[in-house]
């Protein structure tokens, strides 16, 4: 059916109660999360003119994997709006348009009935996508693609095909994979689940246009950007990849889309019992079951909030309608219509109190995984009246510290540095080449907790101490809220500004950003520290 005014009002209300909602859940001060700082910084690199780096000056290097969204916040940072304030502008406004269109869609693909629907668009408001767009993630913006490209396909699923239609699938598909790498594999998820739907015969045109859309134009963006960068990839799949399987994450991922979803499987499950709805649950289930695999792929670093599978969620939220439509009538209910005006009044009753108490609970299991304050943004203060003088911050901390400092910077995790990725970790002598003023690394021992362990990132960050220590450089803090969890500061001691950052950095009020908590700076307490300031 083809929603009316009603439901174009309806829409327009929960899209603006979405946004009223959101506006008093967002901590507007709170900085980016660390993921999300690293792509502001290319996105104020863009807006300034200086191209995709990383480093002024520097070649271009693909870290900010987000390019589409990359590229429109810059394009609002550069007509005046700070950058931050451009991320949330373009996230939250993605997050209430998925709000009016899961409600449009679930009305015009399946006819849902109006509360349903808008449980459906309240299920999602209530959601992670608040808490994303505090903390500047871009997944709101790679969700509504999702959601469209769905629509798209879920119509021309149904047969109700055209050459425009088709067309807006597939430019809706080359947007999702413009946005996010993995855009592309759930673009090729979704076009499969319409040609499961239709059959390959009658799916040919719609794949012709798909193919020249995400194929052509796409295309011709890949080999664009592999002159651009010099490399096929982005540089964190060379990092987080590198043609492993993690069946961790695989696990994850299947436990994410449970938790994100859990109110609406007992749905796909009814949908279960007939040919014709069973048609709707595998629709469906082509695009969610291949995109949670895929992760499979890639290890689940900052995955904040289930953000990686964020972008299933509204799908989910359209294709339960599917999955349970026509039950009433299989199992011969009297219409609503039907019922006596006392019954209709409770269960209206009965069913509002246990849709709010489902976003109750949403919020409330969603609330818990909030970030906090953040002691790297109040260190970040401390080092940027320095960021003219050329020096270099080599650091496991990507995001805070580089985006609020200024600073050159060495990403030792290689996410952001084509060096790193390609050469299989950082070396003593590429630091040296650069000489870092100061050493930031997070690890889970300090001077009163030693312990040795294994894997990549402790070799990482043996290397950056053991450079540090070789080279005398003090060790301003080792920041942590136990001992076996810290933020390690070092400072080359031969800087003209050396004593001063010492102290500041030690003066530093230290929030952990999991908890909030005031840090003590375990590296008062190693014995017979050799440094330039005294200890407060």
């Known amino acids: 059916m083809k929603p009316d005014r009603t439901d174009k009002l309806l829409a327009l209300g929960l899209a603006a109660t979405a946004g009223l909602f959101a506006a008093g859940r967002i901590r507007w001060s709170m900085p980016p999360l660390e993921d999300a700082a690293m792509l502001l910084r290319y996105s104020q690199h863009v807006a300034a ?16 994997t987000d390019f589409l969204f990359m590229m429109v916040v810059a394009g609002l940072a550069w007509l005046g709006l ?20 899961v409600y449009l869609a679930a009305r015009q693909l399946y006819d849902a009935p109006r509360p349903a629907a808008a449980f459906s668009a309240a299920f999602l408001a209530a959601g992670p996508g608040v808490f994303y767009v505090e903390a500047c993630f871009g997944t709101p913006f790679f969700a509504l693609w999702a959601c469209i490209t769905w629509w798209f396909a879920a119509t021309i699923a149904q047969g109700r095909d055209s050459v425009p239609l088709e067309l807006g699938f597939g430019l809706s598909a080359l947007a999702l994979g413009l946005t996010r790498p993995e855009g592309v594999f759930l673009g090729v998820f979704l076009l499969a689940a319409v040609v499961a739907a239709r059959g390959l015969q009658a799916s040919r045109r719609s794949m012709a246009t ?32 590198g043609g492993h399987l993690y069946l961790d994450s695989l696990r994850e991922s299947v436990r994410n889309l449970v938790i994100m979803a859990m109110p609406f499987w007992p749905a796909f499950a009814l949908g279960l019992r007939s040919p014709a709805s069973r048609r709707h649950v595998l629709r469906a289930a082509i695009p969610t079951g291949c995109f949670t695999a895929i992760w499979v792929l890639l290890s689940q670093e900052m995955n904040f909030v289930w953000r990686f599978q964020y972008a299933l969620l509204p799908l989910l939220l359209i294709e339960w309608h599917a999955a349970v439509g026509g039950l009433a009538a299989e199992l011969k209910w009297p219409p609503a219509g039907g019922l006596p005006k006392a019954t209709r009044k409770s269960l209206t009753l009965a069913l509002a109190v246990a849709a709010m108490s489902f976003l109750m609970l949403e919020q409330w299991g969603i609330a818990k995984h909030r970030g906090s304050r953040d002691g790297r943004y109040e260190v970040a203060r401390v080092l940027a009246p320095l960021a003219g003088r050329g020096y270099t911050i080599a650091t496991t901390e990507a995001g805070t510290l580089p985006f609020y400092s200024g ?43 030693p312990r040795a362990r294994g894997g990549p990132w402790y070799q990482m960050v043996m290397t950056l101490k053991g450079y540090a220590e070789k080279r005398g450089y003090c060790l301003a803090a080792c920041y942590g809220e136990s001992p076996f969890n810290t933020h390690y500061y070092y400072v080359r001691d031969d800087l003209p500004e050396s004593r001063d950052l010492v102290a500041r950095i030690r003066a530093v009020d230290y929030p952990w950003v999991d908890s909030g908590t005031r840090c003590l700076n375990f590296a008062l307490f190693a014995p017979a520290p050799a440094c330039l300031a005294t200890p407060h």
């Open 49 to 64: 003119g200086h191209g995709i780096v990383w480093n002024l000056g520097a070649p271009p290097v693909d870290g900010a």
């Open 82 to 101: 700070a950058v931050e304030t451009a991320c949330r502008v373009v996230t939250l406004s993605s997050h209430v348009t998925t709000v009016a269109l």
């Open 210 to 241: 798909w193919a020249f859309a995400v194929g052509g134009l796409g295309g011709a963006y890949f080999l664009w950007r592999w002159h651009y960068f010099g490399h096929p990839l982005p540089n964190p799949f060379y990092r987080k990849g």
């Open 407 to 449: 600073w050159n910077a060495i990403d030792a995790w290689g996410l952001n540095d084509s060096w790193i990725a390609h050469h299989g970790g950082i070396t003593e002598e590429y630091l040296e080449s650069s000489r870092p003023a100061v050493i930031v690394f997070h690890e889970y021992f300090s001077p009163l907790a």
